[in-house]
C-alpha cells in the first residue's frame, strides 16, 4: 500500500507567494524525486536527491533530502500561473529496486 | 518537448478489440517501464524491462501483454479490457546504472467502451 504522505493535497494561493510541500514515510529511502503533471501531460522530472541533507535548486525550485532519510520537501518560491498542476515526490527504497514510491500528489492553483 | 514517445495519444477500444500501445526512446535507456494512471492520482508501476528482459510484473492481468522488441521499443498488447481499464498508460525510461530517475512520457488516454 501507499507508504508516503505527501502535503498538502492541494494548495489555492496568489501569484508572487512562495508554496512548500512536503513528503514523509516510516520507511527510509535513497533517492527522492520531485516530478511535475499538468494536464494531458506525463509527469515531469523537477529535481532529483541522492544523498540525506542534500539541497538542490531548479531556477526558482528549491528541494531538499532530509536527514533522517524519511523525508523530502520542495519548496517554490515566486510563484506564476504556469506553475499550475500537481507536483508528486517519488522515493526509492535500496530494498526495492527500479521501484519508485509515489506520493499522492499536491494540486496546486495560482491564481493572478 | 519528452524525449520518450507514446503513440497513440488516445485510443478508444470496445471489450473485445486487439489493440497495442507503443513507447521509443532514443536516449540509450536501457530500463524501461509501463505505468496506468488514473485522474488525480499517482502513477502504478505495472511492468519493468531492464536490457530487454521483463523484471518486474506487479500482478498485472493477462489481458496486458508487455513486449520489449529492441532497447528502444516498447510495446503493450490488449486484448478483451474491462472498462475499470480505462487510465492514462504511461512509459518511462531510465538510464543505465544504479539509482537513475525515470523520465515520462506524456500517455495514451485509453477508453474502454
Known amino acids: 500500500g501507499q507508504q508516503l504522505n505527501q502535503s498538502p493535497q492541494s494548495m489555492f494561493i496568489q501569484e508572487g507567494e512562495d508554496v512548500s510541500m512536503n513528503c514523509t514515510s516510516s520507511?527510509?529511502?535513497?533517492?527522492w524525486l520531485w516530478y511535475k503533471q499538468e494536464p494531458g501531460e506525463g509527469p515531469v522530472l523537477l529535481i532529483a536527491?541522492?544523498?540525506?541533507?542534500e539541497l538542490t535548486s531548479n531556477g526558482r525550485l528549491t528541494a531538499q533530502f532530509g536527514i533522517t532519510r524519511k523525508d523530502s520537501f520542495l519548496n517554490i518560491s515566486a510563484s506564476i500561473p504556469s506553475d499550475v498542476g500537481i507536483y508528486f515526490c517519488?522515493?526509492?527504497?535500496?530494498?526495492?529496486?527500479?521501484?519508485?514510491?509515489f506520493g499522492e500528489g499536491t494540486q496546486l492553483t495560482v491564481n493572478p | 518537448d519528452t524525449e520518450v514517445t507514446q503513440t497513440p495519444k488516445h485510443l478508444v477500444m470496445g471489450m473485445t478489440n486487439k489493440k497495442s500501445l507503443k513507447c521509443e526512446q532514443h536516449?540509450?535507456?536501457?530500463?524501461m517501464y509501463w505505468y496506468k494512471q488514473k485522474a488525480k492520482k499517482p502513477p502504478e508501476l505495472m511492468f519493468v524491462?531492464?536490457?530487454?528482459?521483463?523484471?518486474i510484473n506487479e500482478s498485472v492481468p493477462s489481458r496486458f501483454s508487455p513486449e520489449c522488441p529492441n532497447s528502444s521499443l516498447l510495446n503493450l498488447h490488449l486484448h478483451a479490457l474491462q472498462p475499470e481499464d480505462s487510465a492514462l498508460y504511461l512509459c518511462?525510461?531510465?538510464?543505465?546504472?544504479?539509482?537513475?530517475?525515470?523520465?515520462f512520457g506524456d500517455g495514451t488516454r485509453l477508453s474502454i467502451l
Open positions: 518511462a525510461s531510465s538510464p543505465p546504472g544504479f539509482n537513475q530517475p525515470q523520465h
Open positions: 520507511s527510509i529511502f535513497n533517492t
Open positions: 536527491l541522492y544523498k540525506a541533507g
Open positions: 517519488a522515493g526509492r527504497k535500496v530494498t526495492s529496486g527500479s521501484r519508485l514510491t
Open positions: 536516449m540509450g535507456h536501457r530500463a
Open positions: 524491462y531492464s536490457y530487454e528482459k521483463l523484471s
